[in-house]
């Protein structure tokens, strides 16, 4: 019992030592949207939806597809799904077309998104970090496809991804009492003559942000913090060590 309980406070030091995650995010408002539009022989069709909540967050998903012609030659589609939390959350998107015009000199495009399709708007509870991991790519021809954009109202600004970069950390510093919004766009356009073919684009995000209590780097500890979970396990050896000959 008195290697146990000696153990057991060495333990209880150790984690005491290491800071916590704090509440990193008070949430304000988070949103996303959905817009195709599509184009043959000058008969247009679009549409666009958005869905939102303030300061309790949810799950949304918004969808739209669109189809031109007197044939529905051109046919897109854009959708996003999103699992939002205070301080970590997902996202997926997917943004596709397909064309199914003869050959000619008729003109024919598609575009989907363009407006933030997600947008997270916060309120940071101390000195962090957001992390924005993302995966993408597209099946089909890649041809019009831009990948995405995430736009960034802190210090470092937003970035562009292209589809050569299709994976990766987007990563910003944020400041104990700043309010931020962070989103990501779909780059989809494609326009010319002749098209015949299926493509769509899928992109898979995650965010997180986090923070420590009293500056703990991280939680790793500082060097007097080492060296006091050293002597609270050096305690529970010398126990150890004590209770050997009476084993015996």
Do not use: C
Request: proline share 5%; charged share 10%; hydrophobic share 45%.
């Amino acid at each position: 019992m008195t290697i146990t309980r000696a153990m057991t406070a060495a333990m209880t030091l150790a984690m005491a030592l290491v800071p916590a995650a704090a509440l990193a995010a008070t949430p304000i408002k988070g949103f996303v949207s959905s817009r195709v539009f599509a184009n043959y022989a000058g008969f247009d069709a679009m549409d666009s939806t958005g869905a939102q909540w303030l300061s309790a967050p949810t799950a949304l998903g918004v969808s739209r597809a669109v189809s031109a012609g007197p044939g529905g030659q051109v046919y897109a589609y854009h959708g996003v799904a999103a699992d939002f939390g205070a301080n970590a959350g997902q996202v997926s998107i997917a943004a596709g077309w397909d064309f199914d015009a003869p050959p000619g000199p008729l003109v024919t495009e598609a575009e989907v998104g363009g407006f933030p399709d997600w947008s997270y708007t916060f309120q940071a509870q101390g000195d962090g970090v957001l992390r924005l991991t993302y995966e993408f790519g597209v099946t089909g021809l890649p041809t019009g496809f831009g990948g995405f954009n995430i736009g960034w109202t802190g210090a470092g600004g937003g970035e562009s991804l292209l589809l050569s970069q299709s994976n990766g950390v987007f990563e910003r510093q944020i400041t104990a009492g700043e309010v931020y919004l962070v989103t990501i766009s779909t780059v989809a356009d494609v326009f010319g003559t002749g098209f015949d073919y299926t493509a769509v684009m899928n992109g898979e995000f995650g965010y997180s942000i986090t923070e420590q209590i009293g500056g703990g780097g991280g939680g790793v500890p500082e060097p007097g913090a080492w060296a006091l979970m050293i002597l609270g396990f050096g305690a529970a050896g010398a126990a150890l060590r004590r209770r050997r000959p009476a084993a015996a």
